[in-house]
């Protein structure tokens, strides 16, 4: 069984704080842990920036070892990690190796990608000596790593948004030294992974300061970590006021950089009639699933069902209804996630012309299903009903016709999935939407339920303000390396003196 001692990694070094701060697991016991400090973050960023130029000058077939081994250390701990892991979250054993899958997944994915090289987008225009009226010089260009990144871990995916999870992962692929700032809500699990991390870095022979992990249990640090100086980008998934503070920091900085954060989204269906009438029941049942899938507590949880009021609309909420009815409590991630739900399920059921459809009774750290009806004019009218609820409640937006149902794809803030549910003879109605909600999201759905977010080439975990702070990019698959690279020109620099990656015989 594996036991946390509570301390910091910085760059190699195990390093206790003089303050600490208790876990609150969900089962079992509690431990102590190191309270970051600023000093902390010093320490950690200027081991990160001493490391940088030895490890984004690591050939990629280093970098690609490097986190094949990080991917071993964590599968040699996968019980361990399992263990901790659910102690703190109270998530299922079978969800958390399945998400210790997907990290190890991510790591070894993003090791064939930088092998691949496409990912640096290399350029050359040779030089032109005899052009006229001008010669042109010899230019190359390429993506280069862009320095320390701090990453922020997620309070949902304690392993595959987190220590190690994919901001880690595309960081260092990149080239780039990271310093993660852990999430209080799984401080164990995180030490655990940062142990895995650290073995490989000795088994590589990496630069001590290419990774440190400082625990939370003080906002200083975060803030200390966004405005250090030598950090040159951010990861972050979390919540849409937490990060759009850090934003605005690293936006009030002297130098400015990039805040990557994925910071929410209600995730909206759109269920066109033929479907409707074709398989409402089985739409009803599938988002129920969705919905209670984790305790609604991920990122793409689809929290609104937008339809045709109607009969079969009727069908729809009563058939959905039963269906979560027949949830059995879960449990939250933490006191202040589960209180949270309470809050915004109460600020739900306040809001004029919301019908409650289904009542439960959630209590402590545990969450139950909660089911509400508007229609189009309410909701159009009323900017409360489109913010999330983190957590398994539903609402149910009925329109009158296709032109409310347009009103409410035009009315959305930015998503990270909108969804089609649509048959054959839905065809014609649906394609105006595309175009509206290719602007609102970065994956659009057709027939499916946007929780389980696939790990590849294709795919975009992002989209416009608020779901995330950057529409150009992801956190999700290998373009979220991207996140990581600046394109640098080289104008008549002898092939010697270029990057290993930019000489002709790369």
Known sequence: MFHPHGKHLIAGQWVAGSDHFPSSPASGESYDFSVGRVADVNAAVEAAEAAFAAYSSTSRAERAAFLHAIADEIEARADGITAIGSQETGLPEARLQGECGRTTGQLRLFAEHILQGDYLDRRHDKALPDRVPLPRPDLRMVQRPIGPVAVFGASNFPLAFSTAGGDTAAALAAGCPVVVKGHSAH???????????????????????????????????????????????????????????????????????????????????????????????????????????????????????????????????????????ESPAQTMLTDGIAQAYRDGQRRMAGVEGVREVLATDSQARTATPFLYTTDAQNWLSNETLSGEVFGPLGLVVTVADMDEMRAVAHSLEGQLTCTMHLDDGDSETAAPFLPILERKAGRVLANGFPTGVEVADTMVHGGPYPASTNFGATSVGTMSIRRFLRPVCYQNIPEALLPADLRDDA
């Open 187 to 325: 401080p164990g699990t995180g030490e655990i992974i940062a142990e895995a991390i650290l073995a490989a870095v000795e088994r590589c022979k990496m630069p001590a300061g290419v990774f440190s992990l400082i625990q939370g249990g003080n906002r200083q640090v975060g803030a200390a970590l966004v405005q250090h100086p030598l950090i040159k980008a951010v990861g972050f998934t979390g919540s849409l006021g937490g990060g759009r503070a850090l934003f605005d920091l690293c936006a009030q900085r002297p130098e400015p950089i990039p805040f990557f954060g994925e910071l929410g989204s209600v995730n909206p269906m759109f269920i066109f009639d033929e479907a409707l009438n074709a398989r409402g029941d089985d739409l009803a049942k599938g988002w129920a699933g969705s919905l209670t899938m984790g305790a609604g507590q991920f990122c793409t949880n689809p929290g609104i069902a937008v339809l045709r009021a109607g009969p079969e609309a009727d069908r729809f909420i009563d058939t959905a209804a039963a269906a979560l009815a």
